[in-house]
């Protein structure tokens, strides 16, 4: 008898958990129906990406196989599907909330660790290299750094320019291992990003999408964007104590600038 009980006690506990897992999944789908049912504008509010850009980030992953060897899904039932990742994401990275507050909000409503699993496996995703060197390269030939700059001089007047340049702190929780590293002049830790734009104001402008980006996205290392804001080069790898000039001397950026001037190509990043 008690054989039985314990049997059919297993076979019950089974049986609800397969019903919870369908209700997870029917709730998934049905938030994530509810992203793409909002306007346009809605969704750029909630995401900060148009819902064709939003595709396009999604079938990049998708096609390049890092749905399954990254981020870890489908398994079983109860996987998140892999869209409503992607937008639990892409609200973190857009607004930088609290991964609670982002789990239950309008169309990602999940628990904080599925949110903060979900951050976790598309950031990996994001910054694999082939995706990487797909959409962050800098210009390695005369003909491409020619292009560049006659795009930048089309639109500013300003010759022999491939992007603009400067660096800003981004917050960080006080770290375990090298405190002093990231204990920046204005009193918090950071990490002293270096980032590169084609317009001035995106690099004063801190609530710009781009600034967004390098606050949320932290796979992000050095970052270097030309007249038509293509991302050229990333680094975030110093800590806020490195001065911004310090960083800039060590990367490996400005070595190649030098020597493409001195072989008799002028080619110049603006700063402030």
């Known amino acids: 008898m008690a054989r039985l009980a314990a049997m059919y006690s297993v076979s019950l506990n089974s049986h609800k958990k397969q019903l919870k897992q369908r209700r997870d999944e029917r709730r998934m789908m049905r938030y994530t129906e509810k992203a793409f049912s909002m306007n346009e504008n809605e969704f ?6 148009s819902k064709d850009l939003f595709h396009e980030i999604f079938e990049n992953i998708k096609l390049k196989g890092f749905m399954f060897s ?12 892999p869209k409503y990742k992607v937008l639990v994401a892409l609200s973190f990275y857009a607004t930088g909330s609290y991964q609670r507050l982002v789990g239950g909000s309008y ?17 990996a995703a994001l910054n694999h290299p082939l995706i990487q060197r797909k959409w962050i390269k800098f210009p390695q030939t005369r003909r491409e750094r020619d292009a560049v700059k006659l795009r930048f001089f089309e639109k500013f007047s300003i010759p022999s320019v491939i992007g603009c340049i400067d660096g ?8 375990s291992e090298n405190v002093e590293r990231f204990f920046n002049r204005k009193h918090f830790h950071s990490r002293n990003v270096m ?3 084609q ?6 402008n801190c609530n710009s999408l781009l600034m967004k980006l390098v606050k949320y996205l932290c796979f992000i290392y050095f970052q270097l964007a030309d007249s038509d804001l293509r991302i ?10 490195s001065h911004d000039s310090f960083v800039w001397n060590q990367h490996p950026v400005k070595q190649h600038l030098i020597e493409l001037n001195n072989n008799g190509e002028t080619v110049f990043l603006l700063g402030k």
């Open 44 to 49: 750029k509010a909630n995401y900060r990406v």
């Open 70 to 81: 990254n981020m870890q899904f489908p398994k079983r039932r109860s996987d998140l599907l």
């Open 107 to 123: 169309g990602t409503l999940m628990s904080q660790q599925s949110t903060s699993r979900s951050i976790r496996e598309v950031t």
């Open 168 to 175: 800003t702190h981004i917050a960080i929780i006080r770290p």
């Open 195 to 197: 980032i590169v734009s």
């Open 199 to 204: 317009y001035f104001w995106l690099l004063l």
């Open 232 to 241: 050229l080069s990333v680094d975030a790898s110093f800590g806020g104590a």
